[in-house]
């Protein structure tokens, strides 16, 4: 048995999360899942509570259906995502090997739901999710951010900031904030890598977005894992080492 007054969250000594764990339900909207991401995952942070947890959202994730099961899913990947440990613990990938490989699987189940066909933005979730259970370090954090079809990085030469823009507006790097309500003046365009030549997880990626039927998806992943110059001081970087960097 756990002895959760010996383990800690953000705000404190941890007896109140099994009762937070089993109050709460799939629903997104449920405030029970508020309350358990601002304890065990608060501003990017985990504890010893944290991890004490995902055995319990481990069995709910097993519990509920493929829909259902997302809302464990995804708060058991940041957790285990996180390298901003707020204890001395030990890496969660020693001491919840099982939970983890588990969770793997049930993440793999998850993408047959049909409902995903419609739905890019759990897809790109449940995407990252996978990701973060197979220890891929940084992804299973950042790859949500291709659902809002850009990223905010640093050049590695000058640092100045430059959004990376994939979407419906463009594929281009810029310095105006503002370039989704006017045409940027500095916009330059983004060099895309090409997925049958690459090397890394773009290949992978990409593959399973077409298969899976989420064609949106892989036509920005070649963007993300592309090429981009500086708008500042015209420097040509990697697109993903640039987002890493700030991970």
């Known amino acids: 048995m756990t002895d959760w007054s010996q ?14 764990l089993e109050a709460v339900g799939p629903n997104p909207r ?10 065990l995952y608060h501003q ?5 509570a944290s991890y004490a947890a995902l055995t319990r959202l481990t069995e709910k994730a097993r519990q509920w259906s493929l829909a259902d099961r997302r809302m464990p899913l995804y708060l058991a990947s940041q957790i285990v995502a996180s390298r901003d440990i707020r204890d001395d613990v030990t890496d969660p990938f020693t001491t919840h090997a099982a939970e983890i490989t588990e969770l793997l699987a049930l993440t793999e189940e998850a993408f047959g739901d049909p409902a ?21 370090d ?5 790859l949500d951010e291709v659902s809002g079809d850009e990223y905010e990085v640093s ?8 959004f990376v823009v994939f979407g419906e507006l463009g594929h281009f790097s810029t310095a105006d904030d503002m370039y989704f309500k006017r045409p ?7 060099q895309p890598q090409d997925p049958a030549t690459a090397t890394g997880l773009l290949p992978r990626l990409h593959a399973r977005a077409l298969t899976d039927g989420q064609p949106e998806v892989a036509g920005k992943l070649p963007y993300v894992f592309g090429y981009a110059d500086c708008v500042h001081c015209g420097e040509h970087f990697s697109v993903p080492e640039a987002i890493l960097a700030r991970w």
Do not use: K, M
Not at 155 to 162: D, I, Q, R, Y
């Open 116 to 136: 995903l066909a419609g739905d890019s933005l759990n897809y790109v979730q449940l995407l990252s999710t996978l990701l973060s259970f197979e220890g891929v």
């Open 7 to 20: 383990l800690h969250h953000a705000c404190g000594t941890a007896e109140d999360i099994p009762g937070l």
């Open 30 to 39: 449920d405030p029970g899942w508020d309350a358990l991401a601002s304890r």
């Open 155 to 162: 050049c590695p030469a000058c640092s100045s900031e430059n």
């Open 184 to 190: 940027p003046t500095d916009a330059i365009p983004l």
């Open 138 to 142: 940084g992804w299973g954090v950042h």
């Open 44 to 48: 990017g942070g985990v504890y010893s």
